[in-house]
């Protein structure tokens, strides 16, 4: 996987670049496979809440080195999941590059190191977090405009890079991701999530 001259400078310039066919067939095939496991294997919460209620409680901030689910709002009634977790589950994280060999291999592998030095000139870039995002039909919710930084602090600031790979075709229809070019350098972070106190519940405020 070689980063060009011409990735580096869109990049630069608009915030990010597409760089096709990053994952083989067989690692994406991989990567599929291993959210069906964990699915499976992951154990429910005994009181399960929309993926929202969980920001800043015990639950989320434990999930920085383990593998925890969180569920549509849509599937959610009374502590209890109205579909099946395959059809409920919104994400999963944070630490799937730390409990998920298949994402592990992919974070850590020379390609993913080189080519985020390429384009960020990060000297030793840090894995803040990780997820699967499901993208359910019918269901799923939208993630909002928003700015990583906001949640990702780090000072002094500009040092937080987003790696995002489609394991289906994403379109427009499907909930594609999408990005407002060049906004790296006209938008600043004028908020953050940040940590209120040292108890774990309820836990962050907007500042």
Known sequence: MNITEKDI???LKNGY???PNFLSQQEVSLLKNSIHDVIKETSLPQVIKPHIKYMGTKYFLDSVNQTKLYFEGKCVEDGKLTAPAEKAVHKI???IHVEVPAVRDITFSDKMKKSVKAL???D????LQSMFLLKQASVGEASPIHIDESYLMTSPPGKVAGVWIALDDSLVS???LEFLPGSHRTHVVNKTWTRKSKQHE????WE
């Open 93 to 95: 994280g944070h630490g």
């Open 124 to 127: 030793s870039a840090k894995i």
């Open 202 to 205: 309820p836990g962050h405020e």
């Open 174 to 176: 499907n909930g594609c």
């Open 120 to 122: 960020t000139g990060f």
């Open 9 to 11: 400078q869109f990049y």
């Open 17 to 19: 670049v597409h760089i």
